[in-house]
């Protein structure tokens, strides 16, 4: 007993000082913990020796009491039968449970601090406009006036805040400590029927009487707590426009002199009277000459006309004229008379235009323009029509030959003529073409004559009777200007004439009766020649009796 009691008391002994070890070493501490939660079979540790089976085998731990050095309490485990081993057959592999699931915590929602938000959509008294418009502070009488509206997007500590403005030591305001306390009040907005709980932030900083006209920086600074004792602070800054500068503006330094641009002048916009000019015509060609500078005049200024073709003439006495001043930017109008030939082609002409003239100490200063202007020549085109007959019959057809010339002084194209008409049914539209200036060319047209009544726009009308027919002459110039040419003829549309048989019943009885006779007529020959045949061959049977 002694010896049981000595061998425990080692045991314990030993197991103080490993006590420290296994505290060293959090991994196998786990696992003894994991392994004491929940009691599991010991397995037996295959050998290469074989194993006694007689003699048991000590158990892995002993319930000792805690030590002061480790709070953990280790609870011992079952000791379990020794069994015996075959050390040539190979142990089954030991198997742990999977640790059971843990439930997730729920998460909470992030919370979010307090803050104070400009109420960027509505308009209070002393503003202008809203902040999403551009608000900016409004100055007069010597003061500036600042309106700062903030909601706050939670609780506030006693719903008040602290606010001060800082001029930013700027010289255009009053060095003044700017410093109140606002309150969460119900405001009426001036551009909505709902009042609005926020802090109503407003103050007048005076102007300095040596204030210069200007943009100025300005801001307001907010401090406050949330209801949970965390501190608010905010930083808005404003800009200040100042125009009411009593100071007169410093003036500018003078700096060397630089050179600068000489002004142009150009013609802005031309007119010309009547807007289709004519070869043979008169027009007017009126000009606006422009500055090109709005910081230079010019003085002195010559104008010269160049037609620049021989067959447009300039009605003036003089090809040159003056202009005394032209302020810096402004305009000023003049207006020439010309004049061409009858011969001259149709086509667009470029008239110049020169100009000589003074600016400041630069003189002699040259510029010039044109102007371009469309000349047109009289289309003179002649259509020579044919005597068309005094009257029609509905169903025939009348060939029409057209003859064209151009008698003018230019081509043109496109040409073609068209007929219409109540009773006219065109069967082609006679197109010629181009014509050059001195030609002349035919065309055909078929008119198939038709009922009056039928024609489009005469369908309530008469059927025949007189009518009038129109002859269309159709042509462009070179620039795509249409123009038409008219004749007329006039013709009487009769009934067509036809010949339809008539049935006369004297003339048929006649027929018939004729027929009759002819059938009376076989009937009794044909009987007479039968008596004839029998009375031959009577004669021979009454011969040969005789006989």
């Not at 003859?403 to 065109?426: E, L």
Request: hydrophobic letters at 35%.
């Amino acid at each position: 007993m002694k010896q049981i009691f000595s061998f425990l008391l080692a045991l314990v002994l030993l197991a103080c000082l490993a006590l420290p070890a296994l505290a060293a070493e959090p991994s196998q501490s786990e696992t003894m913990e994991t392994v004491s939660s929940e009691p599991t079979e010991t397995t037996t540790v295959p050998s290469t020796e074989p194993t006694e089976p007689n003699q048991p085998e000590q158990p892995t731990e002993q319930p000792v009491a805690p030590a002061p050095t480790e709070p953990q309490t280790i609870e011992p485990t079952t000791p379990t039968e020794p069994q015996a081993t075959d050390p040539t057959a190979p142990t089954e592999p030991q198997t742990t449970e999977p640790p059971a699931p843990t439930e997730p915590k729920p998460t909470e929602p992030p919370q979010f601090p307090t803050q104070l938000e400009i109420d960027t959509e509505h308009i209070y008294p002393g503003m202008d406009g809203a902040y999403e418009n551009g608000y900016a502070p409004s100055t007069g009488d010597g003061y500036v006036h600042v309106v700062l509206p903030l909601l706050a997007t939670g609780n506030i500590y006693q719903n008040e805040i602290k606010a001060s403005i800082n001029p930013g030591g700027s010289p255009a305001f009053v060095p003044t400590n700017y410093e109140k306390r606002f309150y969460l009040e119900e405001h009426q907005p001036i551009n909505d029927t709902q009042s609005v709980e926020l802090f109503l932030i407003e103050f007048d900083v005076a102007l300095s009487s040596s204030r210069v006209n200007g943009v100025y920086p300005l801001s307001i600074q907010v401090s406050g707590f949330d209801e949970n004792a965390q501190p608010i602070t905010g930083n808005y800054p404003f800009f200040v426009t100042i125009t009411d500068s009593p100071m007169p503006e410093p003036p500018k330094p003078q700096g060397p002199e630089w050179p600068t641009p000489d002004p142009v002048i150009y013609i802005a916009s031309s007119k010309v009277e009547p807007e289709q000019v004519m070869a043979g015509e008169d027009f007017t060609l009126t000009v606006t000459l422009q500055n090109s500078l709005t910081s230079k005049s010019v003085s002195n200024m010559m104008v010269r006309v160049d037609p620049g073709n021989l067959q447009i003439s300039l009605l003036e006495d003089s090809h040159t004229f003056q202009v005394k001043k032209l302020g810096a930017g402004e305009q000023t109008e003049l207006s020439f008379r010309f004049h061409s030939d009858q011969s001259i082609p149709a086509g667009k002409y470029n008239l110049g235009f020169q100009f000589t003239y003074d600016s400041g100490k630069v003189m002699k200063i040259n510029s010039s323009d044109t102007v371009t202007v469309k000349i047109q020549q009289p289309a003179n085109m002649e259509l020579v029509v044919p005597r068309f007959a005094s009257s029609v019959t509905v169903g025939e057809t009348i060939p029409l030959s057209l003859q064209v010339m151009n008698m003018g002084r230019d081509r043109m194209n496109n040409v073609r003529c068209t007929v219409s008409g109540f009773g006219f049914a065109p069967a082609n539209t006679g197109y010629i073409g181009t014509m050059e200036a001195g030609t002349s060319a035919t065309t055909k047209i078929d008119l198939y004559i038709v009922a009056l009544n039928t024609s489009a726009g005469n369908e309530n009308g008469e059927q025949y009777g007189d009518t009038t027919g129109t002859i269309t002459l159709t042509f462009e110039d070179d620039s795509g200007e249409e123009f038409q040419q008219t004749a007329e003829f006039t013709t009487t549309v009769k009934r067509a004439i036809a010949q339809i048989p008539q049935n006369n019943n004297d003339q048929e009885k006649q027929e018939k009766a004729n027929q009759v006779w002819w059938y009376v007529i076989v009937i009794l020959g044909g009987v007479i020649l039968a008596a004839v045949i029998g009375m031959l061959i009577y004669r021979r049977q009454w011969n040969k009796n005789d006989i």
